[in-house]
């Protein structure tokens, strides 16, 4: 399949990563609203690194982007977590194949403020909030029976009464957001001439702070 996009120009870039994947992001959230398929459009693969240098990858979904980069909540005692704790080096990658476009974000992963933690379980379901606690993430479990008996047991724990206090947000879950020092765009383009627009961190400044960022290409 030829990749038909319009492809990336410099003379379109927006002059900061930030507005770059901002715009594309909301792109793709907006035109999977219109999809007939479960787009997913924030889906994110992160990539890290364990303890013996065994790289190891998992899709999780992007819940936070802001100028500071892309966060995502998790359990911290999963393997990704521990992980990063060993060696925060992360890259994470957007792809929306659909729209012939991915954006790759490399950097440093750093713990999101646990009032942006509390705040974000407030709003998820319960039954989630309860999986939050009935789940040790990535440890093995006997079966599937043992899963739903943890989540009923944080049913009777924490009843329903329709407040977001009812479940607590447990210590060991939280998040992740990638503090970046490169974020390359890439849209396909006919006959595998793809576009690789790379912005590369030269100064401390956020991902909306333009002097903060070089631009460059990639040959695809
Ligand atoms: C579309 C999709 C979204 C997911 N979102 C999350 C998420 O936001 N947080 C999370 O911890 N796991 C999420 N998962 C599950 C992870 O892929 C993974 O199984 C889990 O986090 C354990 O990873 P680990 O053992 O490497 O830590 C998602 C999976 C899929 C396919
Ligand atoms: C295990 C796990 N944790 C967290 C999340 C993120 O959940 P939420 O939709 O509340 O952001 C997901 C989403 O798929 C998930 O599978």
């Known amino acids: 399949m030829d990749y038909i996009g ?14 770059q994947a901002r715009a594309w992001i909301d792109e793709a959230i ?3 609203k219109s999809s007939n398929v479960l787009a997913e459009p924030t889906a ?23 100028e500071r980069g892309p966060g995502f909540v998790t359990n911290l005692e999963s393997a990704k977590s521990e992980e990063i704790r060993v060696n925060p080096r992360v890259a994470a990658a957007l792809t929306w194949p659909w729209l012939y476009r991915a954006i790759r974000f490399r950097g440093r ?33 006997s079966g ?18 329709g407040d977001p206090e009812d479940v607590p947000v447990p ?10 020092d490169e974020v390359e765009f890439w849209a396909g383009r006919a006959n595998r001439l793809h576009d690789r627009i790379v912005f590369t961190r030269v100064g401390e400044g956020s991902l909306a702070d333009p002097d903060a960022w070089q631009v460059s290409r990639r040959q695809p």
């Open 6 to 19: 319009h492809g990336l120009d410099e003379s379109e870039l927006a002059p900061s990563p930030y507005l």
């Open 30 to 32: 907006e035109r999977a």
């Open 44 to 66: 994110i693969s992160v990539a890290t690194v364990d303890a013996s240098g065994q790289p190891n990858v998992r899709t999780v979904l992007m819940r936070f982007f802001d």
């Open 109 to 141: 992963a750093e713990p999101l403020d646990r009032e942006e933690v509390h705040a974000y379980f407030d709003h998820r379901p319960y039954g989630a909030r309860l999986s939050a606690w009935a789940s040790q993430q990535s440890r093995p479990a």
């Open 144 to 161: 599937r029976a043992e899963l739903e008996r943890r989540w009923a047991e944080a049913q009777d724990r924490f009843p329903d009464t």
């Open 171 to 180: 210590d060991f879950w939280g998040g992740w957001r990638v503090r970046c």
